[in-house]
């Protein structure tokens, strides 16, 4: 009885996925304030990178689910976290992201400060005053809203349907290029890549550059 030879694999071939296999998604750890940021997390990652991450959500979260939460509750969570990885958190150079805004929050930007620079594994994106300011901008007529109340209101008038923690529609997150080009025209040559963003404007875009560059190695190309 003859033995049966492995066929091996030229070199061209390593590293690619053989014909009906499903590519393991990349976990994105996030920390973040509210049902909203959660909401727009999720369609973002499945709608401008489809297929290629899945977000890990750290602690409790959300104000709408009645268990109200400030930024020192989510440096908390994302250390707990970290511990709870252990050495896998090591391993996989693991990334947390914080996600919040500063409204209410100033009193802790300093355990912010200190969380940052412990390390490049710790990341943030704030927005000043709201989510809701960094969603207005995707529409043709954005505003500046100076405080979390005054973005909510204003963004109900560009879109009457929504409501916190509503679903991210995909026409949204189309429009996430033109978002980031107009957070670039109101910063000008201010840099906003510190622990407490500029006035008005949202740290998302540092977010969504980091997403952009790790889908890129895994042979994604922006649309558009």
């Known amino acids: 009885m003859t033995s ?23 976990e994105v750890h996030l920390c973040v304030e509210g049902a909203s940021e959660e909401q727009y997390l999720r369609a973002l990652l499945d709608h ?7 977000p890990k ?14 930024l020192i509750n989510l440096l908390e969570a994302a250390r707990k976290h970290e511990e709870t990885m252990g050495g ?34 710790h990341r943030s994106a704030l ?16 505003r500046r809203p100076s405080t979390a109340a005054e973005a909510i209101k204003l963004l109900s008038v560009e879109w009457s349907r929504y409501a916190k923690g509503c679903d991210i529609p ?3 997150i189309q429009r996430t290029d033109e978002a980031c080009r107009r957070e670039e025209q109101l910063l000008g040559r201010r840099d906003n890549s ?20 790790r889908a890129r190695q895994r042979g994604w190309q922006a649309c558009g």
């Open 4 to 26: 049966k030879r492995r066929t091996r694999r030229s070199y061209r071939d390593r590293g690619r996925r053989a014909v009906g296999t499903r590519r393991i998604r990349e």
């Open 48 to 54: 401008r990178y489809p297929g290629h991450f899945t």
């Open 57 to 70: 959500f750290v602690g409790r979260r959300g104000r709408g689910r009645g268990c109200g939460t400030s």
């Open 88 to 121: 896998a958190a090591r391993q996989t150079v693991m990334v947390i992201w914080i996600i919040c805004d500063v409204d209410q929050n100033e009193v802790h930007r300093e355990a912010l400060e200190r969380w940052r620079r412990e390390g490049d594994r």
């Open 127 to 142: 927005q000043s005053a709201a989510l809701e300011g960094w969603l207005l901008q995707h529409f043709d007529t954005p």
């Open 170 to 172: 995909k026409w949204l």
């Open 194 to 213: 510190g622990a407490w963003p500029v006035e008005r404007s949202s740290q998302m875009p540092a977010l969504i550059g980091y997403l952009d560059e």
